[in-house]
């Protein structure tokens, strides 16, 4: 079995903790899942102004458009 005397777990912390090695990686992933959760919270907020802008100017287009009534057939 294998164990771990505290002092070696120190080490081993202390070790893990000055070595910087992958943190350009680490920033970058938590920066672009900012970015992402960024994007879909405004994705959220924006969609539902967005649908009642365009259904009130489809109705408002609807309204303002009516057609000319048809023409009698000529014999």
Same mark, same amino acid.
């Given at each position: 079995? #294998?164990?771990?005397?505290?002092?070696?777990?120190?080490?081993?912390?202390?070790?893990?903790?000055?070595?910087?090695? *992958?943190?350009?990686?680490?920033?970058?992933?938590?920066?672009? *899942?900012?970015?992402?959760?960024?994007?879909?919270?405004? #994705?959220?907020?924006?969609? *539902?102004?967005? *649908?009642?802008?365009?259904?009130?100017?489809?109705?408002?287009?609807?309204?303002?458009?009516?057609?000319?009534?048809?023409?009698?057939?000529?014999?």
């Amino acid at each position: 079995m #294998f164990t771990l005397s505290s002092r070696c777990l120190v080490t081993l912390v202390t070790a893990f903790v000055r070595d910087e090695r *992958g943190d350009d990686l680490v920033e970058y992933a938590l920066l672009a *899942g900012l970015i992402g959760v960024a994007g879909v919270l405004a #994705f959220r907020t924006l969609s *539902g102004h967005m *649908g009642n802008a365009y259904t009130a100017w489809n109705a408002n287009a609807q309204s303002k458009w009516v057609p000319d009534a048809p023409l009698a057939p000529t014999p």
